[in-house]
């Protein structure tokens, strides 16, 4: 029967050394994986932002729409701005447009500008920021 010869300190030291980590190949593969997950889930993640400020416009909206709707049934006529909804505490604050960060709603008046200036509101046109904003 042969006898092993048993490994030297020095040898099982140069053996885990070599073993220890990743080699390139397997580092690539790995990041290809996750580039390829990335592509899948990225695009979902800003239709979902995108789908989410629809929401909440819609949302603001009818908010708006329920306050002047209030005004009006209490005072018999329509209010002159929508910071006088706020003023009347119709409103805490006027909300923002998600779509463009800003309280910039475009006003509808009434058919009979003697009952206010603020029949209906709706969203303000979406307009495209200039490269150098982006």
């Not at 397997?26 to 929401?55: C, H, K, Q, S």
């Not at 009006?72 to 701005?81: F, Q, W």
């Not at 706020?86 to 009434?110: G, N, Q």
Request: hydrophobic share 45%.
């Amino acid at each position: 029967m042969a006898m092993s010869t048993p490994r030297s300190p020095i040898r099982m030291q140069r053996h885990s050394l070599l073993r220890r980590g990743f080699t390139l190949i397997e580092m690539l593969v790995v990041m290809t994986l996750v580039a390829l997950l990335l592509t899948l889930a990225v695009p979902r993640y800003f239709i979902a932002l995108d789908n989410g400020r629809t929401r909440v416009q819609q949302q603001n909206l009818a908010t708006l729409r329920d306050a002047i709707d209030k005004f009006n049934a209490d005072l018999g006529r329509y209010p002159e701005s929508l910071e006088e909804l706020v003023v009347k505490r119709y409103l805490r604050h006027v909300p923002l447009d998600p779509v463009t960060e800003a309280p910039d709603w475009v006003v509808i008046a009434p058919a009979d500008p003697q009952t206010g200036a603020v029949y209906d509101v709706q969203p303000a046109p979406v307009v495209a920021k200039p490269a150098e904003e982006r």
